[in-house]
């Protein structure tokens, strides 16, 4: 009983233990003769307290990843409907605002073409269409402050094949 309790085993634990200890002890015992029985009781002993510790280690690390993962999904919920109010409050500002920006946001946004290819698409110039991307995401983002959301920046769906110097237009 003091060698399984030096084990770092719960004091609950240890009549479990020991009795589980002698009970495998007398069945090894029907099978074969045992040659040192006091030494096997240790031996068996100590495996089963490894093994209930072994078990312990488990259930903690199941546990903890439960629980990160519980965490995790939680905190992608989260984001995730915070970004579909947000998508939804912005589809709604930006189809407020005139047809040349809301036309040259979503062609550049959404089709992510160019500032060139909007312009041959809308029949004006390319200064023209940057400054109705200009004017049309500035009015969605003072809309969207208005509402109370944070606004650094409107983040629409991006293409991969995207430079950083067209994602930041």
């Not at 915070?82 to 605002?97: G, H, P």
């Not at 004006?124 to 650094?152: F, W």
């Amino acid at each position: 009983m003091r060698s399984i309790m030096k084990m770092s085993v719960e004091q609950q634990d240890v009549d479990d233990i020991l009795q589980e200890t002698f009970i495998r002890v007398l069945h090894s015992d029907a099978k074969q003769q045992i040659k040192s029985p006091k030494g096997y009781l240790f031996v068996v002993s100590r495996n089963l307290v490894l093994k209930k510790l072994m078990q312990q280690s488990k259930e903690i690390h199941t546990e903890l990843d439960d629980a990160l993962l519980e965490n995790d999904i939680d905190n992608t919920v989260e984001k995730e409907l915070y970004q579909k109010l947000k998508f939804k409050r912005f589809s709604k500002v930006l189809s407020s605002l005139p047809e040349k920006n809301r036309r040259a946001i979503l062609l550049r946004k959404l089709y992510c073409l160019s500032h060139k290819e909007i312009a041959k698409k809308m029949n004006v110039s390319v200064s023209s269409v940057e400054k109705y991307i200009a004017t049309g995401l500035k009015q969605c983002k003072q809309s969207l402050c208005a509402q109370g959301y944070e606004v650094n920046e409107v983040k629409l769906p991006i293409q991969l094949n995207q430079s950083k110097e067209e994602r930041t237009k």
